[in-house]
């Protein structure tokens, strides 16, 4: 399965501490990205790195690769409650040609 | 610009009964996508379109599940008939012809809310 795993399944953190997640998987990818769900809505893009990368910043998010290891993290620094949500990592490439949604960590913040 | 907007938000039916979403993509966007969420799971692709053509329907149940795009505009995904198992979160997306899973920028709706009692 081209699939990612996530862990932890789900996370809680003060404000202000930093969050990470992780996601591993199985096949050849051609990007790997990360989504944020919060409750009841849809999914919002937020980074996307390359396989031929290792790391990459936006803003408070920082997301690293080791395709190696087939495994990417995913760290939300200076948490804030509005950060509460799930987040997903989506693998893209290898034989399928579609993005292939992970299973997901819920990440709480408390205030 | 408006996003991809879905209809109802939320549904409530009986196993073995029907039921319709619909959903409009952001303007200019010639992909789209459906995708089902199962509660505490990550989105699963049903079916995506390229206009008005199906690119990959490989993991659409085609024997209750269909969809259109006959106007390579708006879609809709009908379920006839319903199971206790299709009690989901059905999630449209789109992409604009430079955009996509290549590049990271795929828009997704609010969600149509499915509960099959």
């Known amino acids: 399965s081209q699939q990612g795993e996530e862990d932890p399944q789900a996370l809680s953190i003060q404000e202000g501490e930093n969050a990470t997640m992780n996601c591993s998987y199985k096949?050849?990818?051609?990007?790997l990205q990360w989504y944020r769900q919060n409750s009841g809505r849809g999914l919002v893009h937020l980074i996307l790195?390359?396989?031929?990368?290792r790391e990459k910043h936006s803003g408070r998010l920082r997301v690293t690769l080791d395709t190696s290891k087939k495994s990417s993290s995913l760290l939300i620094t200076a948490s804030r409650a509005a950060d509460t949500a799930s987040y997903f990592c989506?693998?893209?490439?290898?034989?399928?040609?579609?993005?292939?949604f992970g299973t997901g960590t819920l990440l709480a913040v408390q205030p | 610009e408006a996003g991809v907007a879905q209809s109802p938000r939320y549904k409530i039916i009986e196993k073995r009964q029907s039921v319709a979403f619909w959903c409009n993509p952001i303007?200019?966007?010639?992909?789209l996508y459906w995708y089902q969420q199962i509660l505490g799971q990550g989105p699963k692709l049903l079916i995506q379109?390229?206009?008005?053509?199906?690119?990959?329907d490989s993991q659409l149940p085609k024997d209750r599940f269909s969809a259109e795009r006959l106007k390579g505009v708006d879609s809709t995904l009908k379920i006839q008939p319903a199971k206790l198992e299709d009690s989901a979160v059905y999630l449209c997306?789109?992409?604009?012809?430079?955009?996509?899973?290549?590049?990271?920028?795929?828009?997704f709706g609010e969600g149509s809310r499915l509960t099959v009692l």
């Open positions: 997306a789109s992409s604009s012809p430079q955009g996509g899973p290549n590049t990271g920028e795929l828009f």
């Open positions: 096949t050849s990818i051609n990007n």
């Open positions: 790195i390359r396989s031929n990368e």
């Open positions: 989506a693998l893209y490439g290898g034989a399928t040609n579609k993005l292939i």
């Open positions: 303007s200019g966007h010639a992909t």
């Open positions: 379109f390229q206009n008005n053509g199906v690119v990959d």
